[in-house]
T-cell receptor, first 112, second 113 residues
């Protein structure tokens, strides 16, 4: 079945860049997503990328997709303490209507 | 505008009791999803409603779990004869047409004692 893998923890200093990595197994993945979950809150979509793209940039966020290696990364530039949260990688296939398959999430801790 | 809402926010129940969790999706969203977030397990898909089509129940872990969506809007997830392993945060999401964002509610934290 489909699987999405992420490292569980990442710790960075305030002002540094954070890079959160994700690998997936489903070669038919069409849409790949990054969600953020702050303590006690639901999931918030940060960004998504279509599988025919290599890169997407949105302000401090840069998403890189290596479709050959089925590797997705999220880079947060100038990481702030407010970026401390759990970040989930997710994928869907077909038209994107199917339920998302999530990784277990990466807990990002930002040290002031 | 109003987002996805869920109730209750917290539910503590005794093992063996039935519980109902409610989700109010964003008005006009045709798709509704239930997920479960267990400690250390990430998010697990449970069930998916799309318009008037039969729901995709492939993620339900046992026949103790069921869900309804009435009038294409509000959804209720029912867990019968709850077990301790059912303890988790149950998240609901809704989506407008197209392969775009699923909007998540804040979740219901279920604790089975």
């Amino acid at each position: 079945g489909e699987d999405v893998e992420q490292s569980l923890f990442l710790s960075v200093r305030e002002g540094d860049s954070s890079v959160i990595n994700c690998t997936y197994t489903d070669s038919s993945s069409t849409y790949l997503y990054w969600y953020k979950q702050e303590p006690g809150a639901g999931l918030q979509l940060l960004t998504y990328i279509f599988s025919n793209m290599d890169m997407k940039q949105d302000q401090r966020l840069t998403v890189l997709l290596n479709k050959k290696d089925k590797h997705l990364s999220l880079r947060i530039a100038d990481t702030q303490t407010g970026d401390s949260a759990i970040y989930f990688c997710a994928e869907s296939n077909d038209s994107g209507n199917t339920p998302l398959v999530f990784g277990k999430g990466t807990r990002l801790s930002v040290i002031a | 505008g109003a987002g996805v809402s869920q109730s209750p926010s917290n539910k503590v129940t005794e093992k063996g009791k039935d519980v109902e969790l409610r989700c109010d999706p964003i008005s006009g969203h045709t798709a509704l999803y239930w997920y479960r977030q267990s400690l250390g397990q990430g998010l697990e898909f449970l069930i998916y409603f799309q318009g008037n089509s039969a729901p995709d129940k492939s993620g339900l872990p046992s026949d103790r779990f069921s869900a309804e969506r009435t009038g294409g809007s509000v959804s209720t997830l029912t867990i019968q004869r709850t077990q301790q392993e059912d303890s988790a945060v149950y998240l609901c999401a809704s989506r407008a047409g197209g392969p775009y964002e699923q909007y998540f509610g804040p979740g219901t934290r279920l604790t089975v004692t």
